[in-house]
């Protein structure tokens, strides 16, 4: 890693936007249009895993919101109003919640570990963890991690499905489908793990589909 201050940054951003006036003449411009995203990605704040870069999508075609580990909980009325405005002002079509394997968030919940404050926001996962105790435990040591990265993945989605945004999007007809999809940062691949909600109706057959898919997939079925 380069040892980088402030400054540097700053050099680099103007280096980078000279570059993009030049190669593509009015990407600026374009930009300051409004912004008309099709597509929402919630993920973890590790900076490894830049949503734009991953999907190949341009600045203005992704809606953004990161945390720690990527977890969506009723109580959280950063996550409820970023996916409030997304649906009911931008109107987009597909929101994706996206974990990735080394999430050291999840890896924290898996062991129990003490961090701080942290360890409120992490009881989340250590509660799915817990519900999904049997099939953790049923993997090798080796997959549990990468396992219930996928189980906390699954279970954002629900609670997203079944929030009072997306109950009363769909309930007025808007076409909005949740999606659940990792990331490998080993091999910088997306991952679908078959759990893509288009209505409340589908969410339970969705979910079970889903956690049998996860257990054939960690068992080498």
């Not at 105790?133 to 219930?148: F, K």
């Not at 091999?187 to 057959?205: E, F, H, I, P, T």
Request: proline share 3%.
């Amino acid at each position: 890693m380069k040892d980088l201050t402030p400054d540097d940054l700053f050099e680099h951003n103007r280096q980078w936007a000279a570059q993009m006036e030049r190669e593509r003449p009015g990407f600026f411009t374009g930009l300051v249009k409004q912004q008309t995203p099709k597509y929402m990605w919630i993920g973890c704040s590790d900076s490894r895993v830049p949503a734009n870069q991953i999907t190949g999508l341009e600045p203005g075609e992704v809606f953004v919101h990161r945390n720690v580990a990527n977890i969506v909980v009723h109580s959280d009325l950063n996550a409820l109003s970023a996916i409030q405005f997304a649906v009911e002002r931008l109107k987009v079509e597909h929101i994706m919640v996206v974990g990735h394997y080394g999430c050291s968030g999840v890896q924290a919940a898996l062991e129990g570990a003490r961090i701080g404050l942290a360890d409120n926001w992490l009881r989340h996962i250590q509660s799915t963890r817990d519900r999904h105790r049997t099939l953790i435990d049923g993997v090798g040591p080796e997959q549990r991690a990468d396992t219930l990265c996928d189980l906390n993945v699954i279970e954002q989605v629900v609670n997203i499905c079944v929030s009072t945004v997306m109950l009363d999007a769909w309930a007025s007809g808007q076409k909005v489908t949740i999606h659940g999809w990792t990331f490998g940062v080993h091999d910088g691949l997306l991952q679908d793990l078959g759990m893509n909600v288009s209505g409340g109706d589908s969410l339970d057959g969705m979910y079970l589909s889903a956690l049998e898919r996860i257990a054939l997939k960690r068992r080498g079925g």
